[in-house]
C-alpha cells in the first residue's frame, strides 16, 4: 500500500516513487504487474495527478516501470544484470542496517560474526 506523508520534507512524487520502487526490488510487485492509475492513486491519496504522473515518469525513466498504452503502467521486466544490482544494492543497505543496529546493542564484530552463525551463514 502507498501512502504519502504530507508533512514530509520529503517531496509526495519521490514518496511514491520510492515506495513503488522498493516493491519492485523486494518483489511485492512482479514483472508485468499493472500499477493503479495514475487517476487512481491520486484520488485514494488525496493529491493532484500530475504528482503520481511525476513519481511513474521516474520510474519509468530508471527503467522500473513500463507504459503499455491501454494496459496502464506496468512493473517492466527486468533484465539479469539489473536484477543482480538491485539485489546487491539491497544486500548492502541491509547490511548497512544490520549493522548499525548491532552497533547500537554494543555488539562487538564477534558477536555479530557470532549471530550471523546461528542465523545458517558462515
Known amino acids: ?9 520529503t517531496p509526495p512524487y519521490e514518496q511514491i516513487r520510492s515506495q513503488i520502487e522498493t516493491m519492485v ?5 512482479l514483472p508485468g504487474e499493472r500499477l493503479p492509475t495514475v487517476r487512481q492513486l491520486a484520488a485514494d491519496l488525496g493529491i ?18 513500463a507504459t503499455e ?3 496502464g503502467t506496468v512493473v517492466a521486466p527486468a533484465a539479469p544484470a539489473e536484477n543482480a544490482a538491485a539485489r ?3 544486500l548492502a543497505a541491509l547490511a548497512t542496517d544490520f549493522i548499525r543496529r548491532a552497533t547500537r546493542l554494543g555488539a562487538s564484530e564477534a558477536e555479530v560474526r557470532a549471530a550471523l552463525q546461528r542465523a545458517g551463514f558462515s
Request: glycine share 10%.
Open 25 to 29: 526490488v523486494h518483489g511485492t510487485l
Open 1 to 9: 500500500m502507498i501512502t504519502v506523508d504530507l508533512s514530509s520534507a
Open 69 to 71: 498504452g491501454r494496459r
Open 88 to 90: 546487491r544494492t539491497e
Open 48 to 65: 493532484a495527478n500530475g504528482t503520481v504522473a511525476r513519481a511513474y515518469r521516474d520510474l519509468e525513466a530508471a527503467g522500473l516501470v
